[in-house]
Every structure is written in C-alpha cells, then in structure tokens.
C-alpha cells in the first residue's frame, strides 16, 4: 500500500515535475523514500547547499517554462531555501517547494529543529500550506501546482516526518473534499478587447518617435517586437531579463538598459514621444522618459504590472505574444525612420567602444575582454546564466546574445551566488546544450560547492570565474554613489582552478588576454565539468552609458577622502580613455 509521501511525488509528477532538486535529512526521510521507489519517473539532484536546490528549482522553471521543484528538511533546511525561492517570487517564475516538519503530535512542544514553517514561508509563497494526513494529501499538492503555474509564483507544502510514512488511505476523508480537485490545468491565451487595442494602436500611429521597452515577459515574442519595431522604426530596449528577446545583432535593438546598459537605450528613452512597454517591469525609474514627454502602452499579463513603473494612458491584459500579433495589423507603417537610424548609428559607435574596450591587451587583464571571448566561442545554443555584481555588466555589455540562446540570472532579487545553481540546472534541463555561468570570485564562492554537484553528475558545465579578489560593485557604489572610499570589499586569494581540480573536475588560470580565447576553447571542447579562473583589473569601472555630474562629483570625494588604491584606479581609468580616444 502507498504512503502518503508516495501520494506526494505521484501528484506533483503529475503536474509534469520531472526533476527535484534537494538535501536529504531526517524530517523528509519518506519523501526521499518515495523518490527512491520513482527514480525512474523523477531525477533526484542532491546539492551541497539547499539554497542552491531552490535556485536550481528556479533556474529549470526559467529555461524550461515547467513547474520547478525542491526538497529540503525540516528547520534549517527549510530557511536555507528561501533566497532562491525569493529569486522565483520576484521573477514570477513557478515552482513548488517540499518541506518537512517535525512530528505531527510535538508540533507545539519546541521540539528540535521546529520552526513555524507556514509562517515563515508566509511572504514568499503565493500558495503555503500543510498537509495534515493521508486523505489530504493529493488535494494540497493538486491546489499547490495549480497556484504556482497559474499564479507564477512559490508554492509551499509542508508535511510532518511520521505523516510522510503513513499508509494511503488511512484515514477517512471528509465527504466535503470528495472529487473536489482534478489533476487538469486549465491554458488560456489571455487577450485584450479590441477596444483597448484600437486606442494602443491609434496613440503608437500618431507618435514620431516610438521606443519599445522588452523584458523577460517577451522572450518568446522575438519575431512579432521585431515586427512591431519595423512598422514603428522603432529602436527595442531590453531589460537585462529580456536580454534574449530579441538577438543583440538585430538592427532594431539598441541593447540593455540602466547602469549596465548602453548610451543608445539612454538617448531612444530620453528622446521618444511614445512608450510600448512589452513584459517588463524594469525597476529603475530615472531611466524612464519623463512623465509629460512619452505617452505610455503596457503589454503584460499580469493587471497588476500595468503601470507600475510609468504613468502609461493603456494597459493591454495578456500573452505578448498574442497581444502583439492582434496589434501589428492596426498599426500602420511609419514612413520617417530617422528615429530608429538615429539609434542604429548609435549602435554601430557603441558597438565600436565596446570593442575597444574588449580587445585591449594591458595587463592586468580587463574583464570585457573574456566576455567577449566567452561570446565568440559560446554554442548557437549555448545557455548563459549569470550573477549579480560588476560580473553582469560585462555580460550584459559584451555578449551579443544569437538567436536560439538563453540568458537568464536572478533578476529583481540581484542576488550573489545563482550563477553556479543556475548553469546546472540548465545542464540537467538540456543535456545537449552548451550550459555556461560567468560568475565573480566574489559570488562564486557563496555556493562553490556545488562545482562538486556537476562531477558528482557527470554534467560538463563550463564555469567562467572573473577573479579580481574584491566585491567589485560594492566598491564602486561606495565611491560612485556615496563619494566614500571603499572599505570591507577586499576578497582573499582562493586558488579556483585547484579547487575544481579537487573536485574532480578540470580547472585552468588565465592571466593574459591572449591567452585567453585558447583556454576558454579547450575547457570548452574537454567534454568534463571545467572551470576558468581569469584574473583581471580590479579597478576596471563597470561605467554606466552616461554618468552624471552626480556620479563624477561623489566619485572625485572618493579620492580626496582616501581611497586606498587612488593612484592605481587614476592609472586605470586614464590609460583607457586615452586608448578609446584614439580608435574610436
């Protein structure tokens, strides 16, 4: 006879889970059992690290658009999930998260390792409950995959240790809940009146100067936005999310936008007279054109996203996709293009910078030059995950993202250390695709264990680890946004590519940029988990598109307070404005 736990794993399987992510421990101990028995339904990934099971949780519903899931025991297991499920909150990406709890008749009695689970996981779940015996069971796992997929958020199911050993069906169930749940999830293409439609078109054919603004809710829309953008001689602007919307070598993209973005995506938001926000909603505001200058379209399949970030005048409810394909035959072509070749030979200068700027050969090493050899090399495939920090504007800047690639890191949370989680995940997903992480020492080190989970798997991930031995974003906001000098940001020295020895996997250093192209290949073609360990200028500055006088000012405090490394940063920052002077 099964178990309730069995009951568990047969549901949530039902619901398409086909790989758990997780760290066994006594309070799931029949959870395990039943993933034993089904190994041959549902993979089991032991982690190091339970944050980095939700992460991995996370990262497989980003790149697979299927119900994610997690396992971690009672307690300590529990709270250590939270960060990466807060990842899947603010992203709006489902997963279910599996919890223990201690037994069932103590929960009250401050028994060890009890915690108020259901409290806990309060803020982050869009669904939170537990299981309180046999006949329960299946209804609770039912309704948790179905407000995760529908709500596209946490769901959380807890269930007390001996519950998870009790036989099916054990107890009576209440004639109330009898049939009360199916295992069917209902699909729908979300779509606007034609009403509100018409209005969107009519404001997007009087304007003269249209900006698209894609995040992650338009990946998978690719060829209606560009669509959508030749009709307008439109430029699109991608939030980092959105980064694999639309390739970066399409003509009607300007890149990224914000710190990390690019002077084109600044001038095309500063300058437009009309605003279609496709699936994003890109937090930082002072990018945004002024509220009387652009009149405001917003594409999004969640009314409560509909001008969050800019006062729009329509908000289109649904798929976007679907909603772009009913808007492009109401939008008529737009005859004067200079607004997009405008922001198209912006392009070409920035894309001009971002070369020099790559392809330099100081030493110590400069960053953009191994993302943009990671670039060059990476698979028409590839799938790129990577980490919060300097490490995301020479990703974000540097790798011109193909059509058929992914990209993806923890986007509203900015948190460090999924980079790692992520590239495994994406391994586990698609085995036969190329599965990169360009990480920071920094990051890199928060959840290093799990290079031992990919050997551990046999999953041939590359890990591409920018070691500058400082928590470089950190020190530059101290300088840049407070005019302190940095201070608590120095790294120690860890050897990287010894430890992914020690591990068992390959490990490589690199320190001279042309030296670096070769190595990233052979770690590339070594068919075993492989790490690149390349050291580089700590006093590179991710340098925003545009610095205002604000930045300049608090910067120049900075030195005259202090900084340690003052003349070092000078150097650096004088040798490559002369170098972008003189080939640009």
Same mark, same amino acid.
């Given at each position: 006879?099964?178990?309730?736990?069995?009951? =568990?794993?047969?549901?949530?399987?039902?619901?398409?889970v086909?790989?758990?992510?997780g =760290?066994?421990?006594?309070?799931?101990?029949?959870?395990m059992e039943? $993933?034993?028995?089904?190994?041959?339904?549902?993979?089991f990934?032991?982690?190091?690290h339970?944050?980095?099971a939700?992460?991995?949780?996370?990262?497989?519903?980003?790149y697979?658009?299927?119900?994610?899931?997690?396992?971690?025991?009672?307690?300590?297991?529990? %709270?250590?999930?939270l960060n990466? =499920?807060?990842?899947a909150?603010?992203?709006q990406?489902?997963? %279910?998260? $599996?919890t223990?709890?201690?037994?069932?008749?103590l929960i009250g009695?401050?028994y060890?390792?009890?915690?108020?689970?259901?409290? =806990?996981?309060?803020?982050?779940?869009?669904?939170n409950?537990?299981v309180?015996?046999p006949a329960?069971?299946r209804l609770?796992?039912?309704?948790?995959?179905?407000?995760?997929?529908?709500?596209?958020g946490?769901?959380?199911?807890?269930?007390?240790?001996?519950?998870?050993?009790?036989?099916?069906?054990g107890?009576?169930?209440?004639a109330?809940?009898?049939?009360a749940?199916?295992?069917?999830?209902?699909?729908g293409?979300?779509l606007?009146?034609?009403?509100?439609?018409?209005?969107?078109?009519?404001?997007?054919?009087?304007?003269?100067r249209?900006?698209?603004?894609?995040?992650?809710?338009?990946?998978?829309?690719?060829? +209606?936005l560009?669509?959508?953008?030749?009709?307008?001689a439109?430029? %699109?602007?991608?939030?980092?999310?959105?980064?694999?919307?639309?390739p970066?070598?399409?003509?009607?993209t300007?890149?990224?936008?914000?710190?990390?973005?690019?002077?084109?995506?600044?001038?095309?938001?500063?300058?437009?007279?009309a605003?279609?926000?496709v699936?994003?909603?890109f937090?930082y505001?002072n990018?945004?054109p002024?509220?009387s200058?652009?009149?405001g379209i917003?594409?999004?399949?969640?009314p409560?996203?509909?001008?969050?970030?800019?006062?729009?005048?329509?908000?289109? @409810?649904g798929?976007?996709k679907?909603?772009?394909?009913a808007?492009?035959?109401l939008v008529?072509?737009?005859?004067?293009?200079?607004f997009?070749?405008e922001a198209?030979?912006?392009?070409?200068d920035?894309?001009k910078l971002?070369?020099v700027r790559?392809t330099?050969?100081?030493?110590?090493m400069?960053?953009?030059?191994?993302?943009?050899a990671?670039?060059?090399?990476?698979d028409?495939?590839?799938?790129?995950?990577?980490?919060?920090g300097?490490?995301?504007?020479?990703?974000?800047?540097d790798?011109?993202i193909r059509?058929?690639?992914?990209?993806?890191?923890?986007?509203n949370?900015a948190?460090m250390?999924c980079?790692?989680?992520?590239?495994?995940?994406?391994?586990?997903a698609y085995?036969?695709?190329q599965?990169?992480?360009?990480?920071?020492?920094?990051?890199?080190?928060m959840?290093m264990g799990?290079f031992a989970?990919?050997?551990k798997?046999?999953?041939?991930i590359?890990?591409v680890v920018?070691?500058n031995n @400082?928590l470089?974003?950190?020190?530059? +906001?101290?300088?840049?946004?407070?005019?302190n000098?940095?201070?608590?940001?120095?790294?120690?020295?860890?050897d990287?590519?010894?430890?992914?020895?020690?591990?068992?996997g390959?490990?490589?250093?690199?320190?001279?940029?042309?030296?670096?192209k070769?190595?990233?290949? +052979?770690?590339?073609?070594?068919?075993?988990?492989?790490l690149?360990?390349?050291?580089v200028?700590?006093y590179?500055?991710?340098m925003p598109a545009e610095?205002?006088?604000?930045?300049?000012w608090?910067?120049?405090?900075?030195?005259?307070?202090?900084?340690?490394?003052?003349t070092?940063?000078?150097?650096?920052?004088?040798r490559?404005?002369?170098?972008?002077?003189?080939?640009?």
């Amino acid at each position: 006879m099964s178990t309730t736990a069995d009951c =568990l794993i047969e549901t949530i399987h039902h619901w398409g889970v086909d790989t758990v992510f997780g =760290l066994p421990g006594d309070g799931i101990n029949g959870i395990m059992e039943s $993933l034993r028995q089904n190994a041959d339904k549902i993979r089991f990934i032991q982690v190091r690290h339970e944050e980095s099971a939700a992460f991995m949780a996370t990262a497989y519903a980003k790149y697979t658009g299927r119900l994610g899931c997690c396992v971690a025991t009672s307690g300590p297991g529990a %709270i250590h999930l939270l960060n990466g =499920l807060y990842d899947a909150k603010l992203d709006q990406v489902p997963v %279910i998260a $599996l919890t223990g709890q201690t037994y069932h008749d103590l929960i009250g009695s401050y028994y060890q390792q009890e915690i108020n689970e259901l409290s =806990l996981f309060e803020d982050v779940a869009v669904y939170n409950q537990r299981v309180m015996g046999p006949a329960n069971v299946r209804l609770v796992a039912d309704v948790a995959c179905r407000t995760a997929l529908a709500r596209r958020g946490v769901s959380h199911v807890c269930i007390p240790t001996d519950m998870q050993h009790w036989k099916m069906p054990g107890h009576p169930s209440s004639a109330k809940v009898l049939g009360a749940t199916s295992q069917v999830y209902a699909y729908g293409q979300r779509l606007p009146s034609a009403a509100e439609l018409q209005r969107a078109a009519n404001i997007l054919n009087r304007a003269k100067r249209v900006c698209i603004l894609a995040g992650q809710g338009a990946l998978g829309a690719g060829p +209606e936005l560009e669509a959508m953008a030749d009709k307008l001689a439109a430029p %699109i602007v991608k939030a980092l999310l959105g980064k694999a919307c639309v390739p970066d070598d399409s003509p009607f993209t300007t890149g990224g936008i914000g710190l990390l973005g690019t002077k084109p995506s600044v001038e095309a938001m500063a300058n437009c007279d009309a605003l279609l926000i496709v699936g994003s909603t890109f937090p930082y505001m002072n990018f945004y054109p002024k509220h009387s200058q652009a009149r405001g379209i917003q594409i999004d399949i969640d009314p409560v996203r509909i001008g969050l970030r800019y006062p729009v005048e329509v908000g289109l @409810v649904g798929d976007a996709k679907a909603t772009l394909e009913a808007l492009l035959p109401l939008v008529k072509v737009h005859a004067d293009r200079s607004f997009l070749q405008e922001a198209q030979e912006g392009m070409a200068d920035w894309w001009k910078l971002m070369e020099v700027r790559s392809t330099s050969d100081a030493m110590p090493m400069h960053p953009q030059v191994v993302s943009r050899a990671v670039s060059e090399l990476a698979d028409g495939n590839a799938i790129i995950s990577t980490d919060s920090g300097t490490i995301t504007t020479w990703i974000a800047r540097d790798f011109k993202i193909r059509r058929g690639q992914m990209f993806s890191l923890a986007g509203n949370l900015a948190t460090m250390a999924c980079g790692l989680p992520y590239a495994i995940a994406a391994k586990v997903a698609y085995p036969d695709r190329q599965s990169i992480a360009f990480v920071g020492d920094g990051a890199f080190t928060m959840l290093m264990g799990e290079f031992a989970t990919a050997v551990k798997y046999d999953l041939p991930i590359l890990c591409v680890v920018i070691k500058n031995n @400082v928590l470089g974003q950190i020190m530059w +906001e101290q300088m840049v946004f407070l005019g302190n000098p940095q201070y608590g940001v120095d790294l120690w020295p860890i050897d990287f590519a010894a430890y992914a020895r020690a591990c068992g996997g390959i490990g490589y250093c690199v320190e001279r940029p042309q030296d670096v192209k070769p190595v990233i290949a +052979e770690a590339m073609q070594s068919g075993k988990p492989a790490l690149v360990e390349c050291l580089v200028n700590p006093y590179e500055p991710p340098m925003p598109a545009e610095i205002t006088p604000e930045q300049a000012w608090h910067f120049a405090e900075a030195m005259a307070r202090g900084e340690p490394n003052r003349t070092r940063i000078a150097e650096t920052l004088f040798r490559d404005r002369i170098r972008e002077l003189t080939k640009v």
